[in-house]
Antibody
């Protein structure tokens, strides 16, 4: 069974940093691209960033470029999102999902990031 | 303002049929597969349709998808109260090299 479990969310002050993790199991992690998607309270889905299976290509939304960095460790079956320079506009539930350019076929349960003073 | 345009809401009675549209451009829908996601209240999104019209295992054939040019449509027949959810279309934009979602459509049954 495919499982994606996010962690690392929490309350952080504006300007602060946070690193999210997504632990994958139940499939050959190193063979799949991975994606982060976020959802602000009461709002729609917003794509954040994606990374190919071997980290050869990384794509990011303009809203997070220069602040957020996606990475992965295929030896640990884990996806990461390093978030720096956080603003209140980054408050959202962050989901990791398997896939990138054609479909997002499995999603985690999400982790809440709250940016507030 | 989302790159893909969906109606904010649709509604229909139980047992009826509804369609949800998703409009884009030649750089996204016109050049890539479209997928659809269902988000039940308080839960994570779930893949409902991929490659325009393919259903993942476990998705009933009451759900259908189609694409024509720069638009896509999700159809749901035999509506059930359990279908009440937010529905999102998504695709890759080859010009921007980003994934784009529609703004979401709230279905009320």
């Amino acid at each position: 069974e495919v499982q994606l479990v996010e962690s690392g969310g929490g309350l952080v002050q504006p300007g602060g940093s946070l690193r999210l993790s997504c632990a994958a199991s139940g499939f050959t992690y190193s063979a799949h691209a991975m994606t982060w998607v976020r959802q602000a309270p009461g709002k729609g889905l917003e794509w954040v960033s994606a990374i190919t299976d071997n980290s050869g290509a990384i794509y990011s939304a303009d809203s997070v470029k220069g602040r957020f960095t996606i990475s992965r460790d295929n030896s640990k079956n884990t996806l990461y999102l390093q978030m720096n320079g956080l603003t209140t506009g980054d408050t959202a539930v962050y989901y990791c999902a398997r896939g990138a350019r054609t479909k997002l076929d499995y999603w985690g349960q999400g982790t809440l990031v709250t940016v507030s003073s | 303002q989302s790159v893909l345009t969906q109606p904010p809401s649709v509604s229909a009675a139980p047992g009826q049929k509804v369609t949800i549209s998703c409009s884009g451009s030649s750089s996204n829908i016109g050049n890539s597969y479209v997928s659809w996601y269902q988000q039940l209240p308080g839960t994570a999104p779930k893949l409902l349709m991929y490659e325009n019209n393919k259903r993942p295992s476990g998705i009933p054939d009451r759900f259908s998808g189609s694409k024509s040019g720069t638009s896509a449509t999700l159809g749901i027949t035999g509506l059930q109260t359990g279908d009440e959810a937010d529905y999102y279309c998504g695709t890759w934009d080859s010009s921007l090299s980003v994934w784009v979602f529609g703004g979401g459509t709230k279905l009320t049954v």
